[in-house]
């Protein structure tokens, strides 16, 4: 059972699998950085100095009562919260992700549609079945080792 496990996870498949979701998860960090550090802090400069991460409402005090002035305040005294400010940063991040992957099976499938239209280029040249030597498609008798061919390959 150990060898055939093996076997599985030696797999060219199982490994190009690993690789995309360790490049995947790398990726998500990133994303998620650039919208928490980078895309936020502006939109909440616009809308008068306001942190995203810190819209949140209460749905039961804990031990301190509140106002907690943010998040972390009111998860410290063990409020109960809807944080609707994460989730915005969570729909932003997904739709980041969306949109890079698009581009991602967007260009593949360019890419095969310009595959796709390049005609193959009709065979000029065949092998002699004797002398494996290169010869003309026409050819009905090999310069090389003159056996006669048969014009079917």
Not at 87 to 92: A, E, G, K, S, Y
Not at 144 to 149: A, F, G, I
Request: net charge positive.
């Amino acid at each position: 059972m150990l060898k055939e496990f093996k076997e599985f996870a030696m797999r060219g498949n199982v490994i190009d699998m690993a690789v995309g979701i360790i490049i995947g998860a790398a990726f998500g960090t990133i994303v998620k950085s650039l919208v928490s550090d980078v895309i936020m802090p502006p939109i909440g400069l616009l809308f008068g100095n306001v942190d995203f991460q810190n819209f949140f409402i209460i749905l039961k005090e804990g031990a301190i009562a509140g106002p907690y002035t943010t998040l972390a305040d009111a998860k410290a005294s063990g409020a109960v919260t809807i944080d609707f400010g994460v989730f915005l940063d969570t729909v932003i991040s997904f739709l980041i992700v969306a949109f890079a992957v698009f581009l991602l099976v967007r260009s593949i499938n360019k890419l095969k549609r310009k595959q796709e239209k390049i005609p193959l280029k009709e065979a000029t040249t065949k092998e002699c079945s004797y002398c494996l030597s290169t010869i003309s498609i026409k050819a009905t008798r090999c310069p090389y080792c003159t056996s006669e061919l048969n014009n079917d390959k």
